[in-house]
């Protein structure tokens, strides 16, 4: 996977995040509001949900699950900017990508902030890392055949 590829789609991953956050955060907002009403109704009346309550909690879960996928996404990136400066002689950059990445990833389940860790890590290499992808790797490459040298001269 290139360089771009892998940025085209964290930038996609990130793009999908936001609009799932967004979708998810407007309609919860709104959910709140209108829940005023279904509890109030609830108490007196045995009022059954209407379809406004039901289509924001399905706009909720959407969002939820474009959240999930814009992670998903960005987790494909990473794993693909791993392999790429796998490629690579030097494995400072793929050192750096894999067991910070680990650290973010368990640093979320610990406390949370392993988000900001791993997204920072990814737009370090986005802007100033490498394309594996740009160099042909030492074991791939082929060394130049140098025609055979012979004692007598031809003529």
């Not at 209407?50 to 399905?58: H, I, K, Q, R």
């Not at 920072?120 to 791939?140: F, H, K, R, S």
Request: positive net charge; hydrophobic residues 55%.
């Amino acid at each position: 996977m290139t360089k771009r590829t892998i940025t085209m789609l964290w930038l996609i991953g990130v793009g999908v995040m936001i609009v799932g956050g967004l979708l998810a955060l407007f309609c919860s907002l709104a959910l709140a509001s209108h829940i005023g009403a279904f509890t109030a109704n609830y108490r007196y009346n045995n009022y059954v949900p209407d379809s406004t309550f039901w289509a924001l909690v399905s706009f909720i879960v959407l969002g939820g699950i474009a959240i999930l996928g814009g992670i998903v996404t960005q987790f494909v990136a990473w794993i693909g900017a791993v392999i790429n400066t796998n490629r690579l002689v030097d494995k400072t950059w793929f050192n750096v990508l894999l067991w910070c990445g680990v650290a973010g990833i368990v640093l979320n389940f610990v406390g949370g902030f392993g988000a900001l860790l791993g997204w920072g890590l990814m737009i370090v290499y986005l802007i100033g890392g490498p394309d594996g992808m740009a160099v042909e790797p030492m074991m791939l490459r082929t060394t130049p055949v140098e025609p055979p040298r012979t004692l007598a001269p031809t003529g």
